[in-house]
């Protein structure tokens, strides 16, 4: 069945990096977009960024620019997105979810990846 | 960017009843690229509709969703007790973005 599944939970003290890893399976991984999106504790939903598996573009949130890396491994279908400097503020659960948009919207999740960032 | 307001915060309704949830976009959503999503606690959201108007694979017939220019609607036809839960409204263009959700719980 079509999935995503990410790595585990992380700490991070302040001004450290974190790599969170998203295999997909069960589908064919270039022809979805692969976008993340992070959600604080008790927040809404945040747009963080995504690549496109068949030719690595990719694009990301003003907030974050700077910061985060989102990269494709065709031959391993898995993203992974990497964010330095971390903040007290970037605590938050970590999602990946595929979008193609036709037919339209974010149909398969990943389980989320929670990080946490504490000194 | 697109912003996107959500209304009302929280819900206060009744199984049964209907629920109608807005979501209000500053700009024009392109080619209607406007979904909605169902997420209860310490779970992934749950695509509901799709372009305005579609229903996702799976999703009962009692979820709909329409627009008018800028004003998109979710209406939940009668409240089953799994209903109750945060929906959220998302435009996924080119810069996708989401809204603050809306809380549906138990009046």
């Known amino acids: 069945q079509v999935q995503l599944v990410q790595s585990g939970a992380e700490v991070k003290r302040p001004g450290a990096s974190v790599m969170i890893s998203c295999k997909a399976s069960g589908y064919t991984f270039t022809t979805y977009a692969m976008h993340w999106v992070r959600q604080a504790p008790g927040q809404s939903l945040e747009w963080v960024g995504w690549?496109?598996?068949?030719?690595?573009?990719?694009k990301y949130s003003r907030n974050v620019q700077g910061r985060v890396t989102i990269t494709r491994d065709t031959s391993a279908t898995t993203s992974y997105m990497e964010l330095s400097s971390l903040r007290l503020e970037d605590t938050a659960v970590y999602y990946c979810?595929?979008?193609?948009?036709?037919?339209?919207?974010?149909?398969?999740w990943g389980q989320g990846t929670t990080v946490t960032v504490s000194s | 960017e697109i912003v996107l307001t959500q209304s009302p915060g929280t819900l206060s309704l009744s199984p049964g009843e209907r629920a109608t949830l807005s979501c209000r976009a500053s700009q024009s959503v392109i080619n209607n690229y406007l979904a909605w999503y169902q997420q209860n606690p310490g779970q992934a959201p749950r695509l509901l509709i799709y372009?305005?108007?579609r229903r996702a694979t799976g999703i009962p017939d009692r979820f709909s969703g329409s627009e008018s220019g800028t004003d998109f609607t979710l209406t939940i036809s009668r409240l089953e007790p799994e209903d109750f839960a945060v929906y959220y409204c998302?435009?996924?263009?080119?810069?996708?973005?989401f809204g603050g959700g809306t809380k549906v719980e138990i009046k």
């Open positions: 979810a595929r979008l193609h948009l036709v037919p339209g919207g974010m149909d398969v």
């Open positions: 690549v496109h598996p068949a030719n690595g573009a990719t």
């Open positions: 998302q435009q996924y263009g080119s810069s996708p973005s």
């Open positions: 372009g305005a108007s």
